[in-house]
């Protein structure tokens, strides 16, 4: 797997914004090819397009706080082959221009590369409004869009960097805070292609973004009270690693999906769809669960919204007894 | 073309259109029809550079069709221009055709993008023009058409205010200015006025055409392609329903099409000039 080696040892890793990966990775990105371009809507610093800008001042496009002309006006740029990168928060990209996206971006199969920051409850302090919970729900749905939440600041730095290089619409989603930088260089990153991060036999956890840390560290744990887990990172919702999903359903026999996001709709749903559809067996979901997010910690969030170590842990023994 | 050759060319569209929609049985009469001086200035009266032979040409202007719903003048525009069969008209709307019943951009050649719902045209145009002005240094130009109605869309305040901000002088909309929208008269729905002075306020250079007179189109036009350091707007004041004398002015036929009865009503119209040659309306 080539992950770091404290893996499980949370205080001792280095934690990072996966913001920070996009931003560093939107500079290599412009560095090697003049097509690319970076469009804000006055959350520039916030979404770390400012290393671009400052870089390549000329290819960086202000719009103000106006999403829908910011998915359209990136619809145009690659319309005349260029390739846009534009940035804002996910309640407002694809909150507020899901319109936009469907037709001038997925239905024009615009090779536009949207990108929602500060996505899931640990967002904090903000608040419901700003905690962007169902953006995976509404952009997984649009035919042509490929769908990517990447679970550390480097996954998140080699997400960009594929994104721009493949052809097509994609939405990726970070979060706000740091979290626990536990991928390595080495560690191999496809879009489309789902990793094994952790061997299990009795359940296999599948996550997405920064849960991936939190299911890590609940197998560990729970490895000590006998229940073996495998840990699956989900990293593109869309299109999903079906084969590696039903492999390792097929080899544990019980499921618990884990993200920062709505449990309707989510990663956690489309895992559903693949296993009801080849091979049912139980899943416990680990999302959030039909409600607004609040201002608050991040810790204490996690806690609160059962986003943690403890939640996962919990649903794992529950489906373990539905086997 | 002369002045002449362009309107007989209108007529033909404006015949071709309402064909059309009586073949499909749905879609969209009055803005097709009020537009179709306008279009057939753009294509036939030298504005807009294409080659219909080589629709991906790198030195063709950009056509951006906002309110798409108006697509089948542009249809049947682009089919008189030689990017399609002419009978390929007749398959609007049906299944499996490439005229879908608003624009598809994979299905027809000279089409850069899908469109239907409005008031995201404009601000596609602004991307294309930004990159023509600041990344490829070329001279292309973007003629994006929108219609009234549209402008109730807060969008194309947006687009509005990033070309005045970005000075998209090689941007020129050009805006339907039927007055009708489906709940009625636009003024009476929405009130747009004082629509010129909005625009101007956003940095936008403005000309008010009539939206029937070839020649005027065709000058304001060229007239925007002299204005720098702004964008332009022209708008086409036209009649809903133009050329079909029982469709004007009625904004029921927005979104509605001649049933058989009315289409041979409406081509006799449109074969007689409005009644004006004798022989054709006996």
């Given at each position: 797997m080539?992950?770091?080696?404290?893996?499980?040892?949370?205080?001792?890793?280095e934690?990072?914004?996966?913001?920070?990966?996009?931003?560093?990775?939107?500079?290599?990105?412009?560095?090697?090819?003049?097509?690319?371009?970076?469009?804000?809507?006055?959350?520039?610093?916030?979404?770390?397009?400012?290393?671009?800008?400052?870089?390549?001042?000329?290819r960086?496009?202000e719009?103000?706080?106006?999403?829908?002309?910011?998915?359209c006006?990136?619809?145009?740029?690659a319309l005349?082959?260029?390739?846009?990168?534009?940035?804002?928060?996910?309640?407002?990209?694809?909150?507020?221009?899901?319109?936009q996206?469907?037709?001038?971006?997925?239905?024009?199969?615009?090779?536009?590369?949207?990108?929602?920051?500060?996505?899931?409850?640990?967002?904090?302090?903000?608040?419901?409004?700003?905690?962007?919970?169902?953006?995976?729900?509404?952009t997984?749905?649009?035919?042509?869009?490929?769908?990517?939440?990447?679970?550390?600041?480097?996954?998140?730095?080699k997400?960009?960097?594929?994104?721009?290089?493949?052809k097509?619409?994609v939405y990726?989603?970070?979060?706000?805070?740091?979290?626990?930088?536990?991928?390595?260089?080495?560690?191999?990153?496809?879009?489309?292609?789902?990793?094994?991060?952790?061997?299990?036999?009795?359940?296999?956890?599948?996550?997405?973004?920064?849960?991936v840390?939190e299911?890590?560290l609940?197998a560990?744990?729970?490895?000590r009270?006998g229940?073996?887990v495998?840990?699956?990172?989900?990293?593109?919702?869309?299109?999903?690693?079906?084969?590696?999903?039903?492999?390792?359903?097929?080899?544990?026999?019980?499921?618990?999906?884990?993200?920062?996001?709505?449990?309707?709709?989510?990663?956690?749903?489309?895992?559903?769809?693949?296993?009801?559809?080849?091979?049912?067996?139980?899943?416990?979901?680990?999302?959030v669960?039909?409600?607004?997010?609040?201002?608050?910690?991040?810790?204490?969030?996690?806690?609160?919204?059962?986003?943690?170590?403890?939640?996962?842990?919990?649903?794992?023994?529950?489906?373990v007894?539905?086997? | 073309?002369?002045?002449?050759?362009?309107?007989?060319?209108a007529?033909?569209?404006?015949?071709?259109i309402?064909?059309?929609?009586?073949?499909?049985?749905?879609?969209?009469?009055?803005?097709?029809?009020g537009m179709?001086?306008?279009?057939?200035?753009?294509?036939f009266?030298?504005?807009?550079?294409?080659?219909?032979?080589?629709?991906?040409?790198e030195?063709?202007?950009?056509?951006?069709?906002?309110?798409a719903?108006i697509?089948?003048?542009?249809?049947?525009?682009?089919?008189?221009?030689?990017?399609?069969?002419?009978?390929?008209?007749?398959?609007?709307?049906?299944?499996?055709?490439?005229?879908?019943?608003?624009?598809y951009?994979?299905?027809?050649?000279?089409?850069?993008?899908?469109?239907?719902?409005?008031?995201?045209g404009?601000?596609?145009?602004?991307g294309?023009?930004?990159?023509?002005?600041?990344?490829?240094?070329?001279?292309?130009?973007?003629?994006?058409l929108?219609?009234?109605?549209?402008?109730?869309?807060?969008?194309?305040?947006?687009?509005?205010?990033?070309a005045?901000?970005?000075?998209?002088?090689n941007?020129?909309?050009?805006?339907?200015?039927n007055?009708?929208?489906?709940?009625?008269?636009?003024?009476?729905?929405?009130?747009?006025?004082?629509?010129?002075?909005?625009?101007?306020?956003?940095g936008?250079?403005?000309i008010?055409?009539?939206?029937?007179n070839i020649?005027?189109?065709?000058?304001?036009?060229?007239?925007?392609?002299?204005?720098?350091?702004?964008?332009?707007?022209?708008?086409?004041?036209?009649?809903?329903?133009?050329?079909?004398?029982?469709?004007?002015?009625?904004?029921?036929?927005?979104?509605?099409?001649?049933?058989?009865?009315?289409?041979?009503?409406?081509?006799?119209?449109?074969?007689?000039?409005?009644?004006?040659?004798?022989?054709?309306?006996?």
């Open positions: 080539n992950l770091v080696k404290n893996l499980y040892q949370k205080d001792k890793l934690q990072k914004p996966t913001r920070d990966g996009y931003g560093e990775a939107l500079v290599e990105l412009g560095k090697q090819n003049e097509n690319i371009i970076v469009l804000g809507a006055d959350l520039t610093g916030s979404t770390r397009c400012d290393w671009f800008q400052k870089e390549f001042p000329d960086f496009i719009v103000g706080i106006a999403e829908q002309n910011l998915a006006i990136a619809a145009g740029l005349v082959g260029k390739i846009p990168f534009a940035s804002t928060y996910s309640v407002f990209c694809p909150g507020r221009n899901w319109d996206i469907r037709i001038s971006i997925a239905y024009n199969k615009a090779n536009v590369k949207l990108t929602g920051a500060h996505a899931g409850v640990s967002v904090g302090p903000d608040g419901a409004t700003h905690q962007g919970l169902e953006d995976i729900a509404i997984r749905c649009l035919p042509n869009m490929t769908v990517i939440a990447p679970c550390d600041y480097l996954e998140t730095k997400a960009t960097i594929a994104a721009g290089n493949m097509g619409p990726l989603r970070f979060a706000r805070e740091a979290t626990p930088m536990f991928t390595t260089e080495e560690t191999s990153f496809e879009i489309g292609k789902a990793q094994v991060f952790r061997e299990g036999k009795d359940v296999s956890i599948i996550a997405c973004g920064p849960t840390h299911a890590l609940s560990d744990e729970l490895e009270e229940i073996s495998e840990v699956v990172n989900n990293a593109t919702v869309k299109p999903m690693d079906e084969k590696t999903i039903i492999e390792s359903a097929k080899k544990t026999g019980a499921v618990v999906t884990a993200e920062d996001h709505q449990v309707m709709g989510g990663m956690g749903s489309a895992v559903c769809e693949v296993l009801a559809k080849n091979y049912p067996v139980p899943v416990e979901m680990i999302g669960q039909d409600r607004f997010g609040e201002s608050g910690q991040q810790e204490e969030l996690m806690k609160e919204f059962h986003l943690d170590k403890e939640s996962i842990k919990e649903a794992v023994k529950k489906v007894g539905r086997k | 073309m002369n002045t002449k050759e362009l309107c007989e060319k007529n033909e569209i404006r015949k071709d309402i064909k059309m929609l009586e073949e499909a049985k749905s879609g969209h009469s009055a803005g097709s029809l179709a001086d306008v279009f057939t200035a753009l294509y009266g030298d504005v807009v550079k294409y080659d219909a032979k080589k629709p991906d040409c030195e063709r202007d950009m056509v951006i069709l906002s309110n719903h697509c089948p003048v542009w249809y049947a525009v682009l089919a008189h221009a030689g990017y399609f069969p002419k009978e390929e008209l007749m398959t609007l709307r049906k299944l499996g055709s490439k005229l879908q019943g608003h624009p951009r994979q299905s027809v050649p000279g089409i850069e993008t899908s469109g239907g719902s409005l008031g995201q404009l601000s596609i145009a602004c294309m023009a930004y990159s023509f002005q600041n990344f490829d240094k070329k001279d292309n130009w973007v003629w994006c929108t219609s009234d109605g549209e402008a109730n869309e807060g969008q194309i305040w947006e687009a509005a205010m990033f005045g901000k970005n000075r998209l002088f941007l020129t909309q050009i805006m339907d200015r007055n009708i929208q489906i709940d009625g008269y636009t003024e009476d729905v929405m009130p747009l006025e004082p629509l010129k002075e909005k625009y101007e306020s956003f936008w250079h403005v008010d055409v009539d939206g029937h020649e005027e189109i065709i000058g304001a036009c060229h007239k925007s392609k002299t204005i720098f350091e702004k964008p332009t707007l022209i708008i086409a004041h036209t009649i809903p329903g133009k050329g079909v004398e029982f469709m004007e002015w009625r904004y029921c036929w927005h979104g509605k099409v001649p049933n058989s009865k009315e289409a041979q009503e409406a081509l006799k119209c449109l074969r007689s000039l409005g009644g004006k040659i004798k022989s054709e309306s006996e």
